[in-house]
């Protein structure tokens, strides 16, 4: 939670700022602010608590300048969400429709929940767009959904290669990271969200570790030929991609979080293997 102040008149905040956890109310939410300014000097005061997330501090840049142009960058932020997010609703329907039709094609269903986890990913983590939705939802269930929606990324990736080359993904990987998966989800279900943000680097390593083997199985299928297997590497890339811009993002190297090109690339070059597969 935060509260800015200008000149000694509060400008913005969201959340309840309190010295304790229980006189805080936590939330994840960005604002756009307009002001004006009748000197040359301006003196900004921010204050936070956080008991809920990692970090503790402000992890973002602020941004100064002419109100549209910073209304501008506010509306571009959520025409790209609206618009990444009709795209994963649309290709998730669309693979789960055949799904329904052809059950024995698990590939189908890997690309519909890829599809759905990349929807509640881009809400939950682009530009606080989950709360621009619902303002007023429980910040606790707010933060499982999205680390639910992180943790549930490697897997489906696992999920989707396996389907498409399972003579070339080995079994017993495969049981480790669902066993992997399992374990984490527990822990974000039952343990204090707090303790979920100390596990982010161990996350990071263990999906940036699936990423490369993903990238080796696709690589094998591609030496032998197999059909679609060159989009399913580059796909894979894209995701590879994605989780660098994640945890340099997470770390404040990155300003900006390419992740979603990523997921994005990854998701229309996987759709576009499945329907050369099935052709």
């Known amino acids: 939670a935060y509260k800015?102040?200008?000149?000694?008149?509060?400008?913005?905040?969201?959340?309840?700022?309190?010295?304790?956890?229980?006189?805080?109310?936590?939330?994840?939410?960005?604002?756009?602010?307009?002001?004006?300014s009748n000197s040359n000097q301006m003196d900004f005061i921010l204050q936070i608590s956080n008991f809920s997330a990692g970090g503790g501090a402000v992890q973002r840049k602020i941004v100064l300048g002419q109100e549209q142009d910073v209304l501008d960058l506010k509306k571009l932020s959520m025409i790209i969400a609206v618009f990444l997010c009709g795209i994963y609703v649309a290709i998730g329907f669309y693979h789960l429709l055949l799904f329904y039709t052809r059950v024995k094609e698990k590939t189908f269903l890997a690309i519909g929940l890829a599809a759905d986890c990349f929807f509640f990913y881009t809400i939950c983590w682009y530009e606080s767009f989950f709360f621009e939705l619902f303002p007023d939802f429980n910040w606790h269930t707010f933060a499982q959904i999205a680390w639910l929606s992180l943790i549930l990324l490697p897997l489906i990736l696992a999920s989707f290669c396996r389907s498409i080359f399972p003579s070339i993904f080995s079994t017993w990987v495969f049981r480790s990271i669902l066993v992997f998966t399992a374990v984490i989800t527990?822990?974000?279900?039952?343990?204090?969200?707090?303790?979920?943000?100390?596990?982010?680097?161990?996350?990071?390593?263990?999906?940036?570790?699936i990423s490369f083997y993903c990238i080796y199985v696709a690589s094998v299928a591609v030496r032998r030929k197999l059909k679609g297997a060159s989009f399913v590497f580059m796909g894979v890339v894209a995701w590879l991609f994605a989780n660098v811009c994640v945890g340099l993002y997470g770390l404040s190297v990155l300003e900006t979080d390419f992740s979603h090109l990523g997921?994005?690339?990854?998701?229309?070059?996987?759709?576009?293997?499945?329907?050369?597969?099935?052709s």
Not at 186 to 209: D, Q, R, S, Y
Not at 263 to 278: G, P
């Open 4 to 36: 800015l102040f200008l000149n000694g008149k509060q400008l913005g905040g969201a959340g309840k700022v309190g010295k304790t956890v229980e006189d805080s109310i936590a939330t994840w939410k960005t604002e756009v602010k307009a002001f004006q």
């Open 186 to 209: 527990v822990g974000i279900l039952f343990l204090p969200i707090a303790k979920t943000f100390n596990l982010a680097k161990l996350i990071f390593v263990v999906e940036m570790a």
């Open 263 to 278: 997921f994005f690339l990854f998701i229309m070059l996987q759709s576009v293997a499945v329907s050369v597969r099935f």
